[in-house]
C-alpha cells in the first residue's frame, strides 16, 4: 500500500462525505447525478490529504481542516470540468468526461454549481474570509494558468482570442522568454492549487509559523510534479499510467518541459520539423513517432527530469523546517511518492 | 429623461469604476480588455441601481452599498457569459457576445474570472460571510432557473442531459404543472438576482427590518419583468426594445408566459400546430407568422399581461411597507417605469 492509499483509507470516507454535502446543498434531485459525477469518477484525492496530513503536520485537528480539503478537491474538480469542455476531452480516468456524459452545455451548469460548493465549504473554515481570498487568488491563477497553456499551443484553436494572442510567434525567438513563460504557466496551472492545499493545512491548523515552509512545499511540488506529467505525456506510459505516447504532441503543446528542453537543443532542420508536426491540423501516429524521434537526439529527457528533480529537493528542503513527526514523514513520503514513479 | 437614466447619472459612473476594479484584480495585460469586455457593453445597470437605491430608502449610504451593487452587475454579466455560451449568441445589446467576439473556450476562461471579481467584491461588504452566504444562494439560483429554462425548449438541445431530461413530454398534459414550474423557473432565473438586488440594500445599510419588503419588492419586479419580457419575446417591438417578432418561438420556447397562457386555451388542432412549430429543427419566419396568429386567437397576451400586473401589484405594495422618503419614491418609479413600458 503506497502512502496515498494509506491516506486514502485513513480519511477518504470523510472526504468523500465533504464533497457530497456541499455540492448537494439546495440541489434538485433531477439535478444530483449529474452534479456529483464529476467527483464520483475517482481520482487519488492527492490535494485534499496534503491539506489534512499538512494540519496534522502542524499540531492541528485533522477535522477542522475537512472543509479546506473539501474546497482543494472541488477546485480541482471544478477546473477538471472546464478544462475537459476546453479540451473536448472524451474520457478522463477511463470514464467519459462531464462534457461527454451530459453534454457540453450541461457541463457548464454543473461548473457553475461546483463554484457555489466550494463558497459553501469556505464558509465552515476556521476564518471564512482569509480563505475565501486564498480561493480566489488560487482560482484565479489556475485561470490565468490554463489561459498561457492554451496561448502555448501552436496550433489547432478557433477561438479569435487564442488564434490572436498566440504566444509561440512571439516566444519561438527567444528561449529563456519561452522558458521563463512555461514555469509561470505550470506555477499557474498546477502548483498554485497544491501550495494552497499544503497552505489551507497551516491556516486550518491555525498555525501561522507552518505557512511559509507548507507553500514553498507545495509550490516546489506542484512543480516537480508537473514537469513529470509532461514527460509522460510525451514518452507515454499505458502500463502503470494509462498515458499514450505523444499526447502533448497531439495537442500542439510548446508548454510541455520536453518540448522546450528539446527546442533549445535542435538544429534548424529538425527543429522545424518539429514544429511543423505541432503545427498540423491532425497529427498522426506516424508524426507522433517522428516527432518523438526528433526529442530523442537530445539531452530533452534527461534536462527535464533534472528540473524536476530540483523542484522536488527544494520542495522536501522547505519540509525540514517544520521540523519532525510523523505527518511531516507522511507529507515527506507523499513527495517521494510522486517524484520516485519511474521514469 | 426616464428614473434609470436619472440615477444613472447619478451613480453609473462609481458603480463602473468598482466592476472595472473587482475585475482587473490580478488581471495580467493581455487579457484585461477581454475581462473587460463584457460590463463595457453598456447595459442599464438596473440590479447595482436598485441595490444603491434601496440602501437609502434604509436610510443608509449608497457609498456603503458600493460593493454590494457590483456583486448583483457582476452576478448579472457572469450569467449573460455562460447563457450566451448555451443558446449559441451572436449579439447582446447590438454588439457582439464575448463568446462571438473572442471564442466559446476564452469567454469559459472569462466566465471564471468573474466569478473571482464577485468574490473580491463580496470581502468589501460590510459583513462578507452574510453576503457570501447569499450570493451564493442566488447564483445557484440563476443556474437551477437556467437548467429549467433549457429543459422547458421543445426541441433544438442535442446535449444528451438535456434531451433525457425534457420536461415538455412531462408537462404537457397537466397545465397546473406546467405553469407552476414557469413560475418556478422565472423565480429562479430572474427574479432571484432583481430580490438579492434589493435585499443587498437592506444589509447594506444595516437595516434588517427594510428585508422582507424589500425581498418582496424586487421578487415580484423581478416576475412582473420576465413576464413582460415574454410578452416582447413573442410579439416583439424591435423599435422600442429591438426585440424581433416570435425570437422565443424560434428557441423552441415552452417557459414563455404568453406560449403557457396560450397552451391552456388553445383546441387540439391549433395546440398541436403550435407544438409541431416549436418543435422544428428550424423555425421559419412563415412558421413564426403561424404561430403568432395561432397565439393571437387565445386571450394569451392580455392573460400574460394581467399576470404581470398582478405582481407589479404586489410589488407595490411591499413597498408601502418601507413608509416614505424620496428613495422610496424612486424605487415605485423603477417598478412603474419597467412595467409601464407599452404593450
Redesign the interface.
Known sequence: MDILEKLHSLYGREIDEQLIKYLS??V?E??RD?VIYQVSTGGKRLRPLITLTAARACGGDYRVALPAAAIVELIHNYSLI?DD??DEALLRRNKPTVRA??????A??IG??Y??AI??A??ETRD??AF??E???T??AI??G??LD?LLEYAG??????VE?RLGPRLLSNWEALYNTYVKMISLKTAALIRTAAVFGAMSANAPHCIKPLSDYGTYLGLAFQVLDDILDIFGDVKKFGKEIGKDIKEHKLGNAVVVMALKELGDKDREELLSILGKTTVTNDDVKRAVEIISKTNARGNALRIAMDFAEKSERALSELGSNEFVDDLREILRFTVTREF
Open positions: 446543498k439546495e434538485s433531477e439535478f449529474a472546464y469542455i476546453i456524459k451530459y453534454g457540453d452545455y450541461a457548464i451548469l457553475i454549481w463554484r457555489e463558497e459553501e469556505i464558509l471564512p474570509i475565501a481570498r480561493t480566489a487568488n482560482i484565479r485561470d490565468e490554463e489561459r492554451i484553436r478557433r477561438d479569435p482570442y487564442f494572442n
